[in-house]
């Protein structure tokens, strides 16, 4: 029985601003991930990353900080200052499969390196004063490599896992290992919660069913696409076309309100809306407009038109990406 609903990190999407005016408007998680921040060896938090990470702005949302490295110092670094910062449990990224990354060692990059990981997990182990939780992918190419990933993960309290059913050469596309993550849940000695290309209550309901097993499931670009999802899973009703938006107005102003700049504001509402427009039908010809208007005038007459002339769904359909 699933007992608890994590709004997943989409850095550039589910920053602050949107998961302040998703959880007033919609919400129906019990923890919201903050996408990854990175730490240098330098140990600073730069003014950027202090204003994701802001406790004030982040009071009264149920909020996970997410750190991304390979280095166990800066990993317990990050760790003390969030945990000054007042945050109860840091989580680890193994799952970002970007080419930039990747390269780097880091994200799911660190999973082509057990030895390695092993080394990073036992000196963090060993120092961290807060829970840690991972989010990781299965493996680089073939999902059998989890195998060898969980008896690593197994060897460390965990607070929970977090698995993407895919291994990074998929990055966020392809059907998702349901097999292996039977397997990673029976095996794991730790806390385990799914995550992967779950848009619609049905198809929660499906994963339920499959595994009776899995306390928590993690949605991310369902709930954007959908933005009442977490609430129907909690009984709740979907959403409406003037709740939409109410939702997508105050995004809006609010993100004018963020970064001082109504076109910055309106870049990111094409990201929302490039999932959110698969909530409405018929909806081809301004989708088209949305991918390529040019100033925020133009993007508010898109807005109005959508609001004004599309059919609404109850939920989405087709492809997340
Ligand atoms: C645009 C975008 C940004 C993402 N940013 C992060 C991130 O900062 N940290 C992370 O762990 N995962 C990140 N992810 C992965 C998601 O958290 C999630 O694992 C993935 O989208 C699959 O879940 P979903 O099908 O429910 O969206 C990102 C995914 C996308 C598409």
């Avoid at 000695?189 to 779950?198: A, F, H, I, K, M």
């Avoid at 963020?258 to 081809?284: K, N, P, S």
Wanted: hydrophobic residues 40%; neutral net charge; charged residues 30%.
């Amino acid at each position: 029985m699933i007992q608890r609903y994590d709004l997943a990190p989409l850095d550039g999407i589910t920053k602050v601003v949107f998961r302040r005016v998703w959880n007033r408007h919609f919400g129906g998680a019990d923890r919201c991930f903050i996408p990854f921040f990175s730490p240098t060896d330098h140990h600073v938090m730069t003014a950027r990353d202090f204003r994701e990470l802001d406790p004030a702005q982040n009071r009264d949302l149920p909020s996970v900080p997410q750190v991304m490295s390979c280095k166990a110092p800066d990993f317990v670094w990050a760790t003390e200052v969030l945990g000054d910062l007042g945050y109860t449990e840091v989580n680890l990224n193994l799952g970002c499969p970007s080419g930039t990354v990747t390269a780097k060692g880091k994200g799911a990059g660190f999973l082509a390196k057990p030895e390695e990981l092993d080394r990073f997990f036992d000196e963090v182990f060993s120092q961290v004063k807060l829970p840690v939780s991972v989010k990781t992918r299965l493996g680089i190419s073939d999902p059998a490599e989890f195998e060898r990933l969980l008896e690593i993960y197994n060897r460390y309290p965990i607070a929970c896992l977090t698995i993407h059913a895919r291994v990074q050469k998929e990055k966020y596309r392809g059907p998702v290992h349901l097999e292996e993550f039977g397997r990673a849940l029976e095996n794991s000695r730790n806390p385990v919660c799914y995550n992967g290309d779950l848009r619609t209550v049905a198809e929660v309901r499906t994963l339920e069913e499959r595994f009776p097993g899995v306390e928590s499931v993690m949605i991310g670009r369902g709930a954007v696409a959908d933005p009442a999802l977490l609430r129907k899973l909690r009984g709740g009703p979907a959403a409406t076309r003037e709740e939409l938006q109410a939702f997508m107005q105050d995004l809006y102003r609010e993100y004018q309100a963020f970064y001082g700049q109504v076109g910055t504001a309106a870049q990111r509402m094409r990201e929302v809306w490039f999932y959110l427009i698969h909530l409405f039908d018929d909806a081809e010809r301004l989708n088209k407009k949305l991918r390529r208007f040019k100033n925020p005038g133009e993007y508010e007459a898109i807005e109005a038109a959508i609001f004004a002339e599309l059919p609404l769904r109850d939920h989405s359909e087709g492809d997340l990406i």
